[in-house]
C-alpha cells in the first residue's frame, strides 16, 4: 500500500502558493482553521489540483457558500469548505468575486456535491456559476427579484410584494394555535 506522508493546512497553503503564484491573495488563519485566498480567474485549476493531489487529496466539499462584504472591494467571497476523507484535514478556500462581474467558474466538474450549493449561492447572492450544468434558482420562485442574502437586501422583502402562495400557506396553517404548533 502506498503511503503518503499526511500534510498540515498551511503546509497545504505554502503548496498551493508555489503551484499557483499568480492566483494565491493570501493566507489566513485562525486557531486550526486555515484560508486561503483566491483570485476567481483559476479557481476551478486551484480545485482540480487540491482534490487530486495524492498527497493533499481533498476529495470531498463540505460546503459552498458566498458572502457579502458591502463596501468592501471586492463586495463578494464564494467560500470552499474542503476535506480530505484520506488525510483526515481541512482547507477553506476564498474567491474574491467583484460586484461589478459577479461570476466565478463552476466546481462541479471537480465535485458533483457543488451543484446545488452553487445554485443556492447564485440564487440567494446573483453570483452566477459559469459552465453550471442547471443554474436555476433553487430555493426561491422563478419570477423571484433581488438576493436575499445580499447585505442591502430589505428585511421585509421587495416593497408592495407578497410571495406567490402566501395566502394559501396561510389557509394551510390557519388551525397551527389551535393544535399548538409554534410557527
Same mark, same amino acid.
Given at each position: ?6 500534510? $498540515?493546512? %498551511? ?8 503551484? =499557483?503564484?499568480?492566483?494565491?491573495? #493570501?493566507v ?8 486561503? +485566498? ?22 470531498? @466539499?463540505?460546503? @459552498? ?9 471586492? &463586495? ?13 484535514h481541512? %482547507? &477553506?478556500?476564498?474567491? %474574491?468575486?467583484?460586484? $461589478?462581474?459577479?461570476? +466565478? ?13 452553487? *445554485? ?16 436555476? &434558482?433553487?430555493?426561491m420562485? $422563478?419570477?423571484?427579484?433581488? =438576493?436575499? %442574502? ?9 416593497? #408592495? &410584494? $407578497?410571495? *406567490? ?19
Amino acid at each position: 500500500m502506498e503511503q503518503v506522508e499526511v500534510m $498540515e493546512p %498551511l503546509e497545504i497553503a505554502e503548496k498551493l502558493k508555489e503551484q =499557483f503564484p499568480d492566483e494565491v491573495a #493570501g493566507v489566513t488563519q485562525s486557531g486550526e482553521q486555515v484560508s486561503v +485566498i483566491v483570485k476567481r480567474c483559476g479557481i476551478t485549476d486551484i480545485c482540480r489540483y487540491l482534490h487530486d493531489d495524492p498527497a493533499i487529496c481533498l476529495n470531498y @466539499l463540505s460546503d @459552498l457558500c458566498g458572502v457579502d462584504y458591502p463596501g468592501r472591494k471586492p &463586495r463578494f467571497e464564494v467560500v470552499y469548505n474542503l476535506y480530505s476523507l484520506k488525510h483526515l484535514h481541512r %482547507l &477553506r478556500l476564498k474567491a %474574491l468575486v467583484p460586484e $461589478e462581474e459577479l461570476s +466565478i467558474d463552476s466546481v462541479v466538474s471537480v465535485w458533483a456535491g457543488a451543484n446545488w450549493h452553487e *445554485r443556492e449561492t447564485c440564487d440567494m447572492y446573483g453570483i452566477v456559476f459559469n459552465n453550471h450544468p442547471d443554474l436555476r &434558482r433553487i430555493l426561491m420562485p $422563478e419570477d423571484w427579484e433581488g =438576493f436575499p %442574502l445580499r447585505k442591502d437586501y430589505p428585511l421585509k422583502g421587495a416593497e #408592495g &410584494r $407578497e410571495y *406567490r402562495g402566501y395566502e394559501e400557506a396561510k389557509e394551510l396553517h390557519k388551525h397551527d394555535d389551535e393544535w399548538n404548533i409554534k410557527s
